[in-house]
């Protein structure tokens, strides 16, 4: 199944003409996407993995249905909504330690504003972006006016600057994350932070499982890096990186469960979809997919935390510095 390609209209961001062939991910879910398969393909140079040709957007208008996000505010059922709160809190910690209120973080793809809300309670000023009017119905609303609805690159931003930004779990969807990315450099302060997370295409998760890994989610997930991939990428957008760390408590237990499902279930993510309360699953299927997940928890929670602990956790958090336009090394 590997093979080399060479793409006639595609040219890798870092100059690279040449990809290799990674897998074909069948994919299942609403009518339009079924029975369509999508390929992966990893740079030959820069290690970036991404689908080729990439989705349509019809198929991603589908794929972004409102149960994607949810019908509610939160996207996930009770217990699950209130452990996600957790996490935004874990996420404020962390830009705390880089940025002092009332300096100013601007989150990309904000979703209910769970985040942003944090970091107001803190005493930061607070800006967010989201992609659609209905996307952004669920963020709350004293936190309304502090939103842009639209794409990164289409907001008029004139002279605003940040002295931090964030994408959680966003860059990995960005139907151009290389110009994103030099956008998010002309936006930040001189100095400022950027932080990251996505999933980790240079994980054990993503190497044991291949076509079954959870967090490829297709056909959302259009680019694909890992801590080395992202690093160079980084560097040559002139950023320093700060730190990196593969551990997730969020993402990395339920991403081995999910993948270890998806081998023997051709309903792809289908515990997933349980969880967040899809109304369309029979109500014992739903019962039988918690069961299999309780089961397999403990040892998720082992392998996650092992291979966090080697730098091959399943997603990644990265920080990294905005360098003086002058200290380009390039
Ligand atoms: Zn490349």
Redesign the pocket.
């Known amino acids: 199944m590997v093979k080399n390609s060479h793409f006639s209209d595609w040219s890798?961001?870092?100059?690279?003409t040449t990809?290799t062939h990674a897998y074909r991910v069948p994919i299942t879910g609403t009518s339009q996407i079924d029975q369509q398969a999508l390929n992966v393909y990893c740079?030959?140079?820069?290690?970036?993995f991404f689908l080729n040709p990439q989705p349509s957007p019809p198929m991603l208008a589908d794929a972004y249905n409102q149960e994607y996000y949810g019908t509610d505010k939160k996207k996930f059922i009770g217990p699950i909504a209130s452990l996600v709160g957790q996490f935004q809190q874990g996420r404020a910690k962390l830009v705390s330690q880089y940025l002092a209120p009332p300096q100013s973080i601007l989150d990309i793809g904000c979703g209910n504003g769970g985040f942003l809300q944090q970091m107001l309670q803190r005493g930061y000023s607070v800006t967010g972006t989201e992609l659609s009017p209905d996307s952004a119905d669920r963020v709350d609303t004293e936190l309304r006016p502090h939103v842009y609805i639209g794409d990164l690159l289409n907001i008029d931003w004139q002279d605003r600057r940040y002295d931090a930004i964030s994408l959680w779990h966003v860059f990995e969807h960005l139907s151009q994350p290389f110009r994103t990315l030099e956008k998010i450099y002309d936006l930040l302060k001189p100095g400022g932070y950027a932080f990251f997370s996505m999933p980790n295409h240079e994980s054990t998760q993503a190497q044991n499982f291949g076509p079954h890994w959870f967090h490829l989610d297709p056909p959302r997930h259009l680019f694909g890096f890992g801590p080395n991939?992202f690093t160079?990428l980084l560097k040559q957008t002139n950023f320093t990186v700060k730190k990196t760390s593969t551990w997730s408590f969020e993402q990395n237990p339920y991403g081995q469960i999910q993948s270890q499902l998806n081998i023997n279930n051709p309903q792809r993510d289908r515990a997933y979809r349980s969880i967040k309360g899809d109304p369309s699953l029979a109500r014992h299927t739903r019962f039988a997919d918690y069961a299999k997940v309780a089961l397999l928890t403990p040892y998720a929670l082992i392998k996650s935390a092992i291979e966090s602990y080697h730098n091959r956790g399943a997603t990644f958090t990265l920080v990294a510095q905005k360098n003086h336009p002058e200290n380009h090394s390039e």
């Open positions: 890798c961001w870092c100059g690279s990809a740079c030959d140079t820069c290690g970036v991939s160079k």
